[in-house]
T-cell receptor, first 115, second 110 residues
Framework: KAGVTQTPRYLIKTRGQQVTLSCSPI?????VSWYQQTPGQGLQFLFE???????NKGNFPGRFSGRQFSNSRSEMNVSTLELGDSALYLCASSLVYLGQGGEQYFGPGTRLTVT | TQLLEQSPQFLSIQEGENLTVYCNSL?????LQWYRQEPGEGPVLLVT?????EVKKLKRLTFQFGDARKDSSLHITAAQPGDTGLYLCAAIKNDYKLSFGAGTTVTVRA
């Protein structure tokens, strides 16, 4: 069974621009979570979507948003990019949502560099 | 302050040696997960521990969940270069958000 895929793998953007990242979960998985990983802060939870609804949100500004489609694919959008948004963005999918103890399977991530 | 404190932050050992990584918290968790992440890849789930005092083995890796379900350890016996990576512990908090420790970078030299 195919794993979690993320596109693009690498992205370079300029400060002030916006960016959209895509995540395709494992077939049959309905939960998709997004994380930001940086050397200074480690892995931090952004948000979780389940059946097209945002179930939970981490402590990030409103510039970070997401959505999930009926086929469970998810997109994450960051508007008005800042230098500090440079990070590895990971998505993870699971059969059930986090609150039910769903085990997550991560994609390879999208490396975003903001210049 | 990290909800989950991992130690040590870095560990460099020779092939064949043993190592232990610790994950501690002041909070009680219903379950705790361990992941390994290699450069350029996402974390891969190694194990989930649920019961206090539980011990799980995965080949040369032994995972233990503390009796009070506040801490966990990962022990690798006879480490190999393929064990090199970032080891992360994670737990779901009461607000249903998955929280990760800062990670332990393990380097096994051939």
């Amino acid at each position: 069974k195919a794993g979690v895929t993320q596109t693009p793998r690498y992205l370079i953007k300029t400060r002030g621009q916006q960016v959209t990242l895509s995540c395709s979960p494992i077939s049959g998985h309905r939960s998709v979570s997004w994380y930001q990983q940086t050397p200074g802060q480690g892995l931090q939870f952004l948000f979780e979507y389940f059946s097209e609804t945002q179930r939970n949100k981490g402590n990030f500004p409103g510039r970070f948003s997401g959505r999930q489609f009926s086929n469970s694919r998810s997109e994450m959008n960051v508007s008005t990019l800042e230098l500090g948004d440079s990070a590895l963005y990971l998505c993870a999918s699971s059969l059930v949502y986090l609150g039910q103890g769903g085990e997550q399977y991560f994609g390879p991530g999208t490396r975003l560099t903001v210049t | 302050t990290q909800l989950l404190e991992q130690s040590p932050q870095f560990l460099s050992i020779q092939e064949g040696e043993n190592l232990t990584v610790y994950c501690n918290s002041l909070s009680v968790f219903s379950s705790l997960q361990w992941y390994r992440q290699e450069p350029g890849e996402g974390p891969v789930l190694l194990v989930t521990v649920v019961t206090g005092g539980e011990v799980k083995k995965l080949k040369r890796l032994t995972f233990q969940f503390g009796d009070a379900r506040k801490d966990s350890s990962l022990h690798i016996t006879a480490a190999q270069p393929g064990d090199t990576g970032l080891y992360l512990c994670a737990a779901i908090k009461n607000d249903y958000k998955l929280s990760f420790g800062a990670g332990t970078t393990v380097t096994v030299r051939a």
